[in-house]
């Protein structure tokens, strides 16, 4: 037999016609009037399809399809959404360099199987706050046949792992098509094959997701695998799917002549992107090295993990047998392209590092959290030899949430009856929030407890529908059933069953937690949920536990888990649920983000003060767990932290959600609800997120690379150029005289200034672009020293190669220091004081 493939269009009555155009921009996904109209076409058809409306409209009846062209109410609602839609598109774009935004996962919605967890959800929030903030934004990642596993369980609690494979026609997703009217497709080299990968367009708003798919008949069966599955396969694919990403989205950015000014690097999946790029300036005549600074000048590097091992990296053989000709191509030698991601390059053992490498071709680098700012700081602190983690360059922008996906459409009611009209644009400042002092407790009690009333629904509705066809015994069942109760007090604990995480924290105690959620008038649910990574044992065991848990008489309909956490299932915990539990091994969540999108909808949060919570937590608005470690033994701190929560859970959480006044609530409840609300909501906002991205990294970036590309990237080239200089010359700098205190020998009475001159053979450098610092450091152990004081050295005078420079300070601060007088480059061009990573102690 020879078939081939036709795809027939469901055509919809001309009247209808908008509704095809709505559905094919995800902007109906935080739009709720749009959500409606979808949902009012077939409420159970719309949830059977993941409320996938492209699905839903490709797959109409005929005769509902006729109705609905007929139904005068349904066609009014369609005009006033169209409407809204139209004047969403029409408003202008802001001003601000043009971005690219790289990520290997997109959370967009239920019905895009693009993303496993935070990371992609993460991605998704901010592409769709770059299209209300009318920014200059697009995106690129992978088109996905499978996406993240679906999750099941058998009835002992083993995960069970579905790939259903995503139909693109019933995608919001359109080819993009080249001049001839062809579909786009790149050539990327793997192996010595070329993959062909085709580009797809996923309009987000206002912007756009370009997506790369090899599944179709160009490649072989090998290479179309590339984009089955996110996150699976073993290290190789891996690889590979890193060269689809980074080399295969800057040809598809280039093939569509989209020319942007800087690069965003979410995590290091992304970080072949600069590979090609430097080749692409090699290839327009630039030396390598003045190619690496014109790549480095538009680069952000985002890091989400504070684990080393977290961070992908390859053996150097894997990386030869794909990546050997660009070192040619490159002009450079193998050597030196593996010393791109290496920290030690003479260490032939030592794996290719995309972190590494990210930084190396980065000139900014930021953590998603303040401490995991400081954490990176320490973890890179070895790349910058001279300093001390907290000079290192690295900064932070705080992840944030967004607010139109996460919010319950009736809390969102609610404040814009206080908050003023078109009140969300101006989303993260806090004046407008603190509004919910006027909203009447009793108001806010019933929105929530309608909300918690929905999802104990769902629950009920689920764990019947899971546990049937896990094939549990009905009498089971039905026991769970009947004791869940609405009046409970709900705790929520769901995200990826990554141990670090420490889902099972909470039964370390069995007795200890019977006894909290069986109280007399005091019922307590915990409600779990997450999916553990198909090759991870450990995470899997953690829900067997909890599963095991879950079925013994006294936790039944207390413990619950849920199976198959996805994005919906997020929306209705975080709105649901009365408190947020997070609990993860400190100092390992960079910032974790369902915390934030609970906070938005008055959850309070009950977390330890690692990643966001740290910057979140106010003891008015929440509870938390230290954030200093007591133990180094991990069984120990367990055990600790468990008893901490049993303890607060028995002494301040339960007795104040249940101390009912003749309302039937708590006041005492009801101000911690309100303080989540006013202040700590605003900050992890999208916009304040975007805001901060603008401030602290896109404005710079955006500078450096106008600066650096002048006149065909002149400045670009020079500064490559003096840094060549600087670097061979380093080496011969000599310290000609250093004139300062006998500090061996004497002590500096306080009071006295502390005073240095020295004088330096700087080889030929010239000193005006060298800096010269006085260090002053505080012992606190054997490998640790803190810095206490730096101050800058005056240039006094010159003669050629020979400077010297001098210092005269008021000590100010008595105690015993060490001291050093570091030299380093200085160049206008510099970004920081990293960014030619020489030191010399004089
Ligand atoms: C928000 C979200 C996450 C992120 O959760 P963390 O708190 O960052 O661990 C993960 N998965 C889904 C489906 C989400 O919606």
Same mark, same amino acid.
């Given at each position: 037999?020879?078939?081939?493939?036709?795809?027939?269009?469901?055509?919809?009555?001309?009247?209808?016609?908008?509704?095809?155009?709505?559905?094919?921009?995800?902007?109906?996904?935080?739009?709720?009037?749009?959500?409606?109209?979808?949902?009012?076409?077939?409420?159970?058809?719309?949830?059977?399809?993941?409320?996938?409306?492209?699905?839903?409209?490709?797959?109409?009846?005929?005769?509902?399809?006729?109705?609905?062209?007929?139904?005068?109410?349904?066609?009014?609602?369609?005009?006033?959404?169209?409407?809204?839609?139209?004047?969403?598109?029409?408003?202008?774009?802001?001003?601000?360099?043009?971005?690219?935004?790289?990520?290997?996962?997109?959370?967009?919605?239920?019905?895009?199987?693009?993303?496993?967890?935070?990371?992609?959800?993460?991605?998704?929030?901010?592409?769709?706050?770059?299209?209300?903030?009318?920014?200059?934004?697009?995106?690129?990642?992978?088109?996905?046949?499978?996406?993240?596993?679906?999750?099941?369980?058998?009835?002992?609690?083993?995960?069970?792992?579905?790939?259903?494979?995503?139909?693109?026609?019933?995608?919001?997703?359109?080819?993009?098509?080249?001049?001839?009217?062809?579909?786009?497709?790149?050539?990327?080299?793997?192996?010595?094959?070329?993959?062909?990968?085709?580009?797809?367009?996923?309009?987000?708003?206002?912007?756009?997701?370009?997506?790369?798919?090899?599944?179709?008949?160009?490649?072989?069966?090998?290479?179309?695998?590339?984009?089955?599955?996110?996150?699976?396969?073993?290290?190789?694919?891996?690889?590979?799917?890193?060269?689809?990403?980074?080399?295969?989205?800057?040809?598809?950015?280039?093939?569509?002549?989209?020319?942007?000014?800087?690069?965003?690097?979410?995590?290091?999946?992304?970080?072949?992107?600069?590979?090609?790029?430097?080749?692409?300036?090699?290839?327009?005549?630039?030396?390598?090295?003045?190619?690496?600074?014109?790549?480095?000048?538009?680069?952000?590097?985002?890091?989400?993990?504070?684990?080393?091992?977290?961070?992908?990296?390859?053996?150097?053989?894997?990386?030869?047998?794909?990546?050997?000709?660009?070192?040619?191509?490159?002009?450079?030698?193998?050597?030196?392209?593996?010393?791109?991601?290496?920290?030690?390059?003479?260490?032939?053992?030592?794996?290719?590092?995309?972190?590494?490498?990210?930084?190396?071709?980065?000139?900014?680098?930021?953590?998603?959290?303040?401490?995991?700012?400081?954490?990176?700081?320490?973890?890179?602190?070895?790349?910058?030899?001279?300093?001390?983690?907290?000079?290192?360059?690295?900064?932070?922008?705080?992840?944030?949430?967004?607010?139109?996906?996460?919010?319950?459409?009736?809390?969102?009611?609610?404040?814009?009856?206080?908050?003023?009209?078109?009140?969300?644009?101006?989303?993260?400042?806090?004046?407008?929030?603190?509004?919910?002092?006027?909203?009447?407790?009793?108001?806010?009690?019933?929105?929530?407890?309608?909300?918690?009333?929905?999802?104990?629904?769902?629950?009920?509705?689920?764990?019947?529908?899971?546990?049937?066809?896990?094939?549990?015994?009905?009498?089971?069942?039905?026991?769970?059933?009947?004791?869940?109760?609405?009046?409970?007090?709900?705790?929520?604990?769901?995200?990826?069953?990554?141990?670090?995480?420490?889902?099972?924290?909470?039964?370390?105690?069995?007795?200890?937690?019977?006894?909290?959620?069986?109280?007399?008038?005091?019922?307590?649910?915990?409600?779990?949920?997450?999916?553990?990574?198909?090759?991870?044992?450990?995470?899997?065991?953690?829900? &067997?536990?909890?599963?095991? $848990? +879950? #079925?013994?008489?006294?936790?039944?309909? /207390?413990? =619950?888990?849920? %199976?198959?956490?996805?994005?919906?299932?997020?929306?209705?915990?975080?709105?649901?649920?009365?408190?947020?539990?997070?609990?993860?091994?400190?100092?390992?969540?960079?910032?974790?983000?369902?915390?934030?999108?609970?906070?938005?909808?008055?959850?309070?949060?009950?977390?330890?003060?690692?990643?966001?919570?740290?910057?979140?937590?106010?003891?008015?608005?929440?509870?938390?767990?230290?954030?200093?470690?007591?133990?180094?033994?991990?069984?120990?701190?367990?055990?600790?932290?468990?008893?901490?929560?049993?303890?607060?859970?028995?002494?301040?959480?339960?007795?104040?959600?249940?101390? &009912?006044?003749?309302?039937? $609530? +708590? #006041?005492?409840?009801?101000?911690?609800? /309100?303080? =989540?609300?006013? %202040?700590?909501?605003?900050?992890?906002?999208?916009?304040?997120?975007?805001?901060?991205?603008?401030?602290?990294?896109?404005?710079?970036?955006?500078?450096?690379?106008?600066?650096?590309?002048?006149?065909?990237?002149?400045?670009?080239?020079?500064?490559?150029?003096?840094?060549?200089?600087?670097?061979?010359?380093?080496?011969?700098?000599?310290?000609?005289?250093?004139?300062?205190?006998?500090?061996?020998?004497?002590?500096?009475?306080?009071?006295?200034?502390?005073?240095?001159?020295?004088?330096?053979?700087?080889?030929?450098?010239?000193?005006?672009?060298?800096?010269?610092?006085?260090?002053?450091?505080?012992?606190?152990?054997?490998?640790?020293?803190?810095?206490?004081? /730096?101050?800058?050295?005056?240039?006094?005078?010159?003669?050629?190669?020979?400077?010297?420079?001098?210092?005269?300070?008021?000590?100010?601060?008595?105690?015993?220091?060490?001291?050093?007088?570091?030299?380093?480059?200085?160049?206008?061009?510099?970004?920081?004081?990293?960014?030619?990573?020489?030191?010399?102690?004089?």
């Amino acid at each position: 037999m020879k078939l081939k493939r036709i795809f027939i269009q469901n055509q919809l009555p001309k009247e209808l016609e908008p509704l095809n155009r709505l559905s094919h921009n995800i902007w109906w996904s935080w739009n709720f009037d749009a959500q409606e109209l979808f949902n009012s076409i077939d409420p159970d058809r719309f949830v059977k399809l993941n409320y996938n409306p492209v699905a839903l409209m490709e797959t109409l009846d005929p005769i509902r399809m006729q109705e609905l062209a007929k139904d005068k109410a349904f066609l009014k609602k369609l005009k006033s959404v169209e409407k809204q839609f139209d004047a969403y598109l029409a408003e202008p774009m802001k001003k601000g360099p043009k971005l690219a935004y790289f990520s290997m996962e997109y959370g967009l919605h239920i019905s895009l199987k693009l993303y496993s967890g935070g990371l992609g959800v993460l991605a998704g929030d901010y592409l769709k706050e770059a299209s209300d903030s009318n920014v200059n934004l697009f995106g690129v990642g992978l088109l996905y046949r499978y996406g993240y596993f679906n999750q099941g369980l058998s009835m002992n609690g083993d995960q069970i792992h579905h790939y259903p494979a995503q139909k693109f026609t019933q995608l919001p997703v359109e080819p993009v098509r080249n001049a001839d009217g062809n579909w786009l497709k790149v050539s990327v080299p793997i192996q010595g094959r070329i993959v062909r990968a085709k580009v797809w367009k996923l309009p987000i708003g206002r912007i756009n997701l370009y997506l790369l798919d090899t599944d179709h008949e160009d490649n072989s069966q090998e290479d179309r695998a590339l984009t089955h599955m996110l996150y699976g396969g073993d290290n190789e694919h891996r690889l590979k799917q890193e060269i689809l990403l980074g080399i295969g989205g800057v040809r598809a950015i280039e093939a569509m002549g989209l020319e942007p000014e800087v690069y965003h690097l979410n995590e290091g999946h992304a970080a072949f992107l600069s590979i090609e790029r430097l080749k692409n300036h090699v290839g327009d005549g630039m030396s390598f090295n003045e190619a690496v600074e014109a790549v480095r000048a538009s680069s952000l590097y985002t890091t989400h993990t504070p684990v080393p091992a977290g961070h992908d990296h390859f053996p150097e053989h894997m990386l030869r047998e794909y990546l050997y000709h660009y070192a040619g191509e490159l002009g450079i030698d193998w050597y030196d392209f593996v010393a791109l991601g290496r920290l030690n390059p003479d260490d032939s053992g030592e794996d290719f590092n995309m972190s590494k490498l990210s930084i190396r071709l980065s000139q900014r680098v930021n953590g998603v959290s303040k401490l995991h700012g400081e954490v990176s700081r320490e973890m890179f602190t070895s790349l910058y030899p001279g300093y001390t983690a907290e000079e290192v360059h690295i900064g932070y922008v705080t992840n944030s949430v967004h607010y139109p996906t996460w919010i319950a459409n009736e809390i969102h009611d609610l404040y814009s009856t206080q908050f003023g009209k078109d009140w969300v644009r101006d989303q993260s400042n806090k004046d407008i929030w603190r509004k919910i002092h006027n909203i009447d407790d009793k108001k806010l009690f019933d929105v929530r407890h309608k909300l918690k009333v929905r999802l104990l629904d769902y629950v009920r509705e689920k764990l019947e529908a899971d546990m049937r066809r896990r094939g549990e015994s009905p009498r089971v069942t039905f026991d769970i059933l009947s004791k869940i109760n609405n009046d409970a007090l709900v705790l929520g604990f769901a995200r990826r069953f990554a141990t670090y995480k420490r889902a099972t924290l909470l039964f370390q105690n069995e007795e200890r937690l019977r006894e909290l959620v069986n109280q007399e008038g005091r019922p307590v649910i915990f409600l779990f949920a997450g999916k553990a990574h198909p090759a991870d044992q450990g995470g899997q065991d953690l829900i &067997r536990h909890i599963i095991h $848990i +879950s #079925k013994k008489p006294e936790f039944a309909g /207390k413990v =619950i888990f849920l %199976e198959d956490y996805n994005m919906e299932m997020a929306k209705l915990l975080t709105q649901g649920v009365d408190i947020w539990l997070n609990t993860p091994t400190r100092p390992l969540e960079a910032s974790g983000t369902s915390g934030m999108k609970a906070a938005l909808n008055g959850s309070v949060n009950f977390s330890v003060l690692d990643g966001w919570w740290a910057e979140g937590y106010r003891p008015d608005a929440g509870w938390a767990l230290p954030l200093e470690r007591t133990y180094e033994d991990q069984h120990l701190q367990n055990e600790l932290d468990a008893e901490t929560i049993y303890r607060i859970m028995e002494e301040e959480i339960v007795p104040t959600y249940f101390d &009912r006044d003749k309302n039937g $609530i +708590s #006041k005492t409840w009801m101000s911690y609800v /309100k303080q =989540i609300i006013a %202040e700590v909501a605003p900050t992890f906002t999208m916009k304040r997120m975007m805001d901060d991205y603008y401030e602290r990294f896109y404005f710079p970036l955006g500078k450096s690379q106008k600066a650096a590309s002048k006149s065909n990237w002149k400045p670009a080239k020079e500064f490559a150029a003096w840094k060549q200089d600087v670097l061979t010359t380093w080496g011969g700098i000599e310290v000609v005289e250093s004139k300062t205190h006998d500090t061996v020998n004497h002590a500096l009475p306080l009071g006295e200034p502390f005073v240095a001159e020295i004088t330096l053979d700087t080889n030929g450098i010239d000193p005006r672009k060298l800096l010269l610092e006085a260090c002053f450091y505080e012992r606190l152990g054997e490998d640790e020293i803190k810095l206490r004081r /730096k101050e800058v050295f005056e240039l006094k005078k010159s003669k050629g190669s020979r400077a010297t420079w001098s210092i005269s300070l008021d000590p100010r601060l008595a105690g015993v220091y060490e001291y050093g007088f570091r030299l380093r480059p200085n160049h206008p061009m510099m970004p920081h004081a990293q960014d030619l990573n020489l030191v010399f102690w004089a």
